[in-house]
């Protein structure tokens, strides 16, 4: 069974940093695609950034030039590393994968991060 997990979470200040990891346990195989989702109370779960196998990276208007997303298929882990976080970018921030072969996605059970301000 696949697993992903996040860490990395917490609370920062405003103008601060904070990096995610999320390593993916029971699989024998890469994900075609990885990103984080985050979800703010009261809002859908919107993607921060993602990153597929031969593709440049993609993020949400909100986060770019500040949030940078990596991955190491060697691995199967994928980071992301947020600087300058700003109080709206509190939100429970999950981990996904994407299986092309089985239309299948993948989820973390997601990790938080409090920007104070």
């Known amino acids: 069974q696949v697993q992903l997990k996040e860490s990395g979470g917490g609370l920062v200040q405003a103008g601060g940093s904070l990096s995610l990891s999320c390593e993916a346990f029971g699989s024998a195989f890469n994900f075609d695609a990885m990103g984080w989702y985050r979800q703010a109370p009261g809002h859908q779960r919107e993607l921060v950034a993602g990153?597929?196998?031969?593709?440049?990276?993609n993020y949400a208007d909100s986060v770019k030039g500040r949030f940078t997303i990596s991955r190491d298929t060697a691995s199967n882990t994928v980071s992301l590393h947020m600087n300058p976080l700003k109080p709206e970018d509190t939100a429970v921030y999950y981990c996904?994968?994407?299986?092309?072969?089985?239309?299948?996605?993948?989820w973390g059970e997601g990790t938080l991060v409090t920007v104070s301000s």
């Open positions: 990153i597929s196998i031969g593709a440049s990276p």
């Open positions: 996904h994968g994407y299986v092309v072969k089985n239309n299948a996605n993948y």
